[in-house]
């Protein structure tokens, strides 16, 4: 037993391997989780409709940008295929055409500016966390462009496999974040009392601090010269065309399942008030269990993209399956947590709190992290699979089913529920069966092994030996 685990432990692609490249990435988006999580609870403070509006003003204008972030992100891949297969003067072409992408994709992002007032008075929230929702969506469509920039930047290091350096910017920005979050909502050493305004700027001006720290760190001379980061500047249309793609479908698998999560907290805020923060609530603890695996898949993706660049199959399926006994073993620790220490995980959100609002709220968010315990085991197969198709190319595979899962098994249902009548835990049933539901999906698909033949580089034009013997005279 003991060999058994060193082996899936040492061996190429095995646990550690998965680790050392997720580690730095998990502290990464941990830090992030932290920064959601500590602006949520200032927002708590300052007012629980304002935490409430950003909650789902912030959902909404993400479910919006998830389109294009989930498109350029499709540039991790690429970065990791071609240093897989050691193009290395690839690499910078690849990254300006993400950044090209990203400058329209900004543009768009701010023309949904106006509509802000429309969006939210058709959900018919109450009046202040409307409000609320109007101003937060407004300045996260500003931050759109540094967001999407932060992706694509960060993707010239995960590719690589360079995660530590990922790490410490992101580090840097959460610091800068939570201490402006602090100063901005509250009002203090100076700066005005802005609520939910200064808790959207505060992201806004940490996303331009990351992108300032990762150009200045992508242009040193050494990147320059090894990947083409000066010369391959350019419109090149055959790869911003293979970009698209394969990333245009990961765009719209990425926007379609977290729209179908915005629109079922919509549907939640039409049972009650108390049904719709409790839900909030819920949601940012699960972050606590989520967005760490992404790191994991994040990592995922870039081995199965680097050891295909390298054409060795075998290897990208070893790293996946060791990426999900990593991932598991994490959930299975969150959802126990969930399960005996709910009041924990409660505390930070009932500091400041209106104790008699809270005393309504606490025990529905108690049932609902039940529901979080139960399907986070499958969330982490759902994160792990879905990431080793995507590092092959099998993007088209994982929206469609993304989209007809996401829609007919939680969004309609949840719909028609509230519409009957059905409570808060009836629509959280069909959002635990949908994440169960698309686990097994993606680990079938994975285990079909259609994935292993796929590439997103351009395949290399076959080389004839230079000494190549001459056929005998007359054949």
Not at 135 to 146: E, G, H, K, R, S
Not at 264 to 293: C, D, H, W, Y
């Amino acid at each position: 037993m003991k060999k058994f685990f060193l082996k899936k432990w040492n061996e190429t692609g095995g646990c550690r391997e998965v680790l050392i490249l997720a580690l730095p990435l998990i502290i990464s988006i941990g830090a992030g989780t932290v920064q959601m999580f500590f602006d949520r609870i200032f927002l708590n403070w300052y007012s629980d409709d304002a935490m409430a509006g950003a909650m789902q003003a912030g959902i909404a204008s993400f479910s919006i940008a998830s389109f294009f972030l989930g498109t350029v992100s499709y540039v991790n891949t690429f970065v990791a295929q071609y240093f897989g297969a050691q193009k290395n003067h690839r690499v910078g072409p690849v990254i300006w055409q993400g950044v090209f992408l990203v400058a329209v994709s900004g543009l768009l992002m701010l023309l949904l500016i106006p509509f802000a007032s429309r969006i939210f008075k058709f959900f018919g929230h109450e009046q202040a966390i409307q409000q609320a929702e109007i101003t937060y969506f407004q300045i996260m469509c500003i931050a759109a462009t540094p967001m999407l920039l932060d992706s694509v930047l960060a993707a010239f290091f995960t590719g690589r496999g360079d995660t530590k350096t990922v790490m410490f910017v992101n580090l840097a920005a959460t610091g800068v974040d939570l201490v402006l979050d602090y100063l901005m909502i509250f009002g203090k050493l100076g700066f005005p009392r802005m609520g939910v305004a200064g808790a959207a700027w505060s992201n806004c001006i940490a996303a331009v601090f990351i992108v300032v720290v990762y150009f200045v760190l992508i242009l040193n001379k050494h990147n320059r010269k090894t990947y083409h980061m000066i010369k391959g500047f350019g419109f090149d249309r055959d790869l911003i065309k293979r970009i698209l793609k394969f990333g245009l479908p990961n765009g719209v698998q990425f926007m379609l399942d977290v729209s179908a999560f915005t629109i079922f907290i919509m549907f939640v805020g039409r049972i009650s008030e108390t049904a719709q923060k409790a839900t909030a609530i819920a949601f940012s603890i699960n972050t606590l269990a989520f967005m760490p695996m992404i790191g994991i898949g994040i990592a995922v993706t870039t081995l199965v993209g680097q050891a295909l660049g390298r054409n060795e199959p075998d290897v990208a399926q070893r790293s996946t399956w060791s990426g999900f006994y990593v991932a598991f073993a994490y959930m299975v620790t969150m959802a126990i947590s969930f399960w005996l220490l709910p009041g924990l995980f409660l505390l930070p959100f009932s500091v400041n709190a209106d104790p008699a609002r809270f005393a309504l709220i606490r025990p529905v968010a108690v049932n609902l992290l039940l529901f979080v315990a139960f399907y986070c085991l499958f969330d982490a197969g759902n994160i792990i699979f879905a990431a080793a198709l995507k590092g092959a190319g099998d993007t088209r595979f994982v929206m469609i089913f993304t989209i007809l899962l996401s829609w007919l098994v939680m969004v309609l249902p949840s719909y028609l529920a509230v519409r009957l009548g059905g409570g808060v835990y009836a629509v959280w049933t069909f959002t635990t069966a949908y994440v169960c539901i698309i686990a097994i999906v993606f680990l079938l698909r994975f285990l079909s092994g259609k994935w292993k033949s796929m590439r997103v580089i351009e395949h290399a034009a076959p080389s004839i030996p230079p000494n190549i013997p001459a056929p005998p005279e007359g054949l």
